[in-house]
């Protein structure tokens, strides 16, 4: 393909942000990224955000390769037939490739008085919400955390360690997605912090109250803040803008990441779904899939066949508190095994793990930045010759930083 080729991102959070600047390191392509804040969010430290141990924000000066666009705004709809996506501010944004990466959020929890009473930490908005909830009751006053999965361990940890009172009702099983065996020292580690858990039968929330949360076993327990960390939902832009996407709104993709409905479409992170390959949805599959979803195009606009995506996996990292955590050994594909570090060195893994995820990504953007590199080793002749004209937008969409 000859002349400059523009690719817009969709979404700047891991997934798009990987894709941006590795997109951004090849001469001849134009990236422009679409995200509805100013500033990077880093997910994976907002249950830091509600204790005030990390704000989780990080400037997108600094993970953001330069030479990628910005635009601040909301993709409502992707015309896939025109290669044009509309913003919520008026303007569209066209485009010949596009990566879609808008991420998750809370869950509808489905339970009565959750949508009206409960709080959610899973993205900014939400956290700081909780933020100001907490501040605004006493220290001694109940919390209830709903779930049991990593977002909802972590919370109760973090917010116990902070002095709260905190109950976790688990649905069924302390910490699913671990094995049996690193189980226990999570568990061990929420006695001690003082967490009341609740689990196995009669542990299911039915309602929330204004004060209170109900079980299914009837039993009601008094609850000031009441936090529901179960499950994460997507964004329905892929679903509205008609391209196909599973019972969870997740756009579908082949093995190389693109949309089964259109190959100048390719998916990254929390909002994709390769139907036959099914990843959890995590920071640690979306900084894989966000270069894999920029090599599929890469290697597209070079005229050649895409690659399968490949990814790797070697545990999943719990902070349990600022002092302790668990990390949890998996096989490569995700598997989790019985492996396991815990106590303040599990901490200091969780604490590594979370610099080195936004290191590359500073990393990244310094390598965009410069076009050091014009592409991954595989890719390096596929450069592309010719000058970049202006971006083809409408006024209205300016509102980014250049
Ligand atoms: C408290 C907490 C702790 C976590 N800890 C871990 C952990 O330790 N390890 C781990 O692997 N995972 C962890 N996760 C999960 C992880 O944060 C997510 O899986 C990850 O953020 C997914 O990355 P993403 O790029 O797909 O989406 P996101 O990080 O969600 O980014 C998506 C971006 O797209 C934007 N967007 C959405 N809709 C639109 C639109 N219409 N137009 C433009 N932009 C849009 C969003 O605003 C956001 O900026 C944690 C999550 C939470 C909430």
């Not at 990628?68 to 909301?74: A, E, F, H, K, P």
């Not at 956290?127 to 501040?135: G, K, P, T, W, Y």
Request: charge should be positive; glycine fraction near 12%.
């Amino acid at each position: 393909m000859n002349g400059n080729v523009e690719v817009v991102v969709i979404g700047g959070g891991y997934g798009g942000v990987t894709a941006a600047n590795s997109l951004a390191r090849r001469d001849g392509v134009s990236v422009t990224l679409v995200n509805p804040r100013p500033h990077f969010v880093s997910r994976i430290r907002l249950h830091q955000l509600v204790t005030g141990s990390d704000d989780a924000v990080e400037d997108f000066g600094e993970v953001l390769g330069g030479k990628v666009r910005l635009v601040v705004d909301t993709a409502t709809r992707i015309d896939a037939a025109e290669r044009r996506v509309s913003l919520a501010g008026g303007g569209t944004v066209s485009y010949d490739h596009l990566v879609y990466a808008v991420g998750s959020g809370a869950a509808d929890p489905g339970v009565p008085g959750a949508a009206e009473f409960a709080h959610w930490v899973s993205d900014l908005e939400g956290a700081e919400r909780l933020r100001s909830a907490l501040a605004a009751t006493p220290a001694s006053a109940p919390v209830t955390v709903v779930g049991a999965g990593p977002t909802g361990l972590e919370t109760a940890a973090e917010l116990a360690e902070a002095g709260r009172e905190v109950t976790l009702v688990c649905g069924e099983v302390l910490g699913p997605s671990l094995h049996a065996r690193v189980r226990r020292p999570v568990a061990r580690r929420l006695a001690k912090l003082g967490v009341t858990v609740f689990e196995g039968s009669g542990a299911q929330v039915t309602e929330v109250t204004c004060d209170g949360v109900r079980l299914d076993g009837g039993r009601e327990l008094p609850s000031a803040v009441t936090i529901w960390t179960a499950g994460f939902r997507v964004p329905d832009l892929a679903a509205r803008s008609g391209l196909r996407t599973d019972t969870e709104g997740r756009l579908v993709t082949d093995a190389t990441l693109t949309s089964v409905d259109d190959m100048r479409i390719v998916a990254a992170g929390d909002a994709a779904v390769m139907t036959d390959r099914p990843f959890r949805m995590s920071c640690q599959a979306a900084v894989q899939l966000g270069p894999a979803a920029a090599a599929t195009v890469l290697r597209r606009i070079a005229g050649k066949t895409p690659a399968p995506v490949r990814m790797f996996f070697a545990g999943q990292c719990l902070s349990l508190g600022r002092n302790e955590g668990v990390t949890q050994f998996s096989y490569p594909n995700d598997k989790v095994n019985a492996g396991r570090i815990s106590g303040r060195t599990g901490a200091g893994v969780k604490e590594i793990a979370c610099r080195f995820t936004l290191n590359k990504l500073v990393s990244g953007a310094r390598k965009a930045s410069s076009r050091a590199s014009h592409g991954d080793r595989t890719d390096r002749t596929d450069r592309l010759e010719t000058p970049r004209p202006e971006h083809r937008t409408t006024p209205s969409d300016s509102r980014g930083a250049a």
